[in-house]
């Protein structure tokens, strides 16, 4: 048996790329896979088989013992910004925009993730100024290269990150060993997963024959030009000038019924361990759903206070925010999903991708919902609306 990150592991690999800058030695390299997501590769005549990647890697990490949940006794909010502008760019209520501008205010440096169209990919990149960080608004719904960016950490500076719970676990396993803890603020979010970037690809292939988008310019996965944070529009620009906008995107885009089909998610998202049971970050935000804010359709953050550190920083961003108090109860109202099912037609989905297959085909060969299952849905809709009006 191998001391590195080829041992076999309690879960799959998450692709954070920790291991990479945690390695002595420079063995460890991280490369798109045949499945569209980022894996490590270890140069055996390098490695030392010191092990030390292990120690920051998702893999080894165990369940807990009691079960319980991590937020069952953690301050909960509901936040928004004073600011309307901050709101209108976020995907939610603006609390990480705020976090990410008071860090810099404060001497830190902000790292976060950016779509980078040149690399038609997501990656992380370290920010001095609001003016760069304001490309790290809105969420990403692609997994970010996190090498490049976090390899430039230094000891004697100050960093507020935010990453996916998987990316912020590995990073606060090695910022742990480093010895560096204090000089950061670790923030993530309540994630659904990761999707391959086979989808992407097809994704844009399916903009160019469809919606005449090509060379890509900008993307907003959650825009809120309609006005309506509860349906979420997608919107693609080009380089001409040509624009793809969907203003019901969890509704009608084909992206996201991949997305959310569960479908072609990275192996290690429908059981994540890190979702509700473990948590590594200071702060954790998400979308406030659920019945809380139904009405609300300008976008609420949820926020949860993890550590003392987090409490703190967040104490000194309140002035900036609208906040109100929360319950654990709230929380999972808007958190419902502990684990997710993986779609029973997930093996075909990720083997078309690998095709030339259209991906309008493969949407109609695999996760189109038949007739039959439109009706159950349909039957189950109106029982739950039943049940909310009788409670």
Known sequence: MKNSIQDKGGNPCCSCGVCAIICPVSSIEIGMDESGFYRPKVNEDVCKQCGVCKEVCYKYLQ????NQHFFKDKKIFGAWSKDEDVVKMSSSGGVGGELI????????????????????????????????????????????????????FQPDKKYIVVGTPCQIYGLRQYIKLKKWEDNFILVDFFCHGTPSYLLWQKYKEYLKTHHDVDALKEVWFRSKENGKWHENAVRVDDTTGNRYFEPEAFKKDLFFKFFLSNSCLNDSCPRCLLRHDICSSDIRVADFWGGKYKDNEKGVSLVALNTKKGEGFFAEIKERLVTENCTFADLQDSQRHRYYIVHKRASKVMHLLKTDMELLEIYKRTIKPTLRNRLKERVRKQLRKLFNNNK
């Open 63 to 66: 369940s807990p013992e009691n």
């Open 101 to 152: 501008v008071h860090g810099l205010s404060k001497g830190y440096l902000s790292c976060g993730v950016i779509f980078e169209p040149e690399k038609e990919r997501c990656q992380h990149i370290l920010a001095e100024s609001k003016e760069v960080a304001q490309a790290f608004c809105g969420s990403k719904y692609l997994q970010s290269f996190t090498a490049g960016a976090f390899s430039q």
